[in-house]
């Protein structure tokens, strides 16, 4: 096994274990520009981010900059407004109640 001590990039893994975060967080913060990384072998290859990026990113607060904001999530979802806690509670929706409101 070859140690990552004098590597001058990290892996995803690497990358993610350092900074405490999962793979997927590390891969979604390189594909939104926030965290430089190259591929030596073209697209479909290895991933390495450069060393010393991780290295100031653990000293801080472990987060990159956002590079700018989604533009997915610009406004929330209707699914995640907030609701009521009480089931019984009448939407404002036409039409017949459902039937298990009908009671």
């Not at 591929?39 to 981010?49: E, L, N």
């Not at 290295?55 to 699914?79: C, F, I, Q, V």
């Amino acid at each position: 096994m070859v140690r990552d001590d004098h590597c001058q990039f990290l892996s995803v893994r690497q990358t993610a274990h350092r900074l405490g975060v999962a793979e997927i967080t590390v891969r979604r913060w390189i594909r939104r520009g926030c965290l430089p990384a190259i591929q030596p072998y073209g697209p479909g290859g290895h991933i390495g981010v450069p060393r010393a990026t991780i290295d100031a990113l653990a000293r801080s607060d472990g987060a990159p900059p956002e590079a700018e904001p989604s533009p997915h999530r610009a406004t929330p979802a209707a699914h995640e407004q907030p609701t009521t806690a009480n089931p019984t509670h009448k939407a404002s929706v036409p039409g017949p109640p459902p039937r298990w409101m009908r009671r």
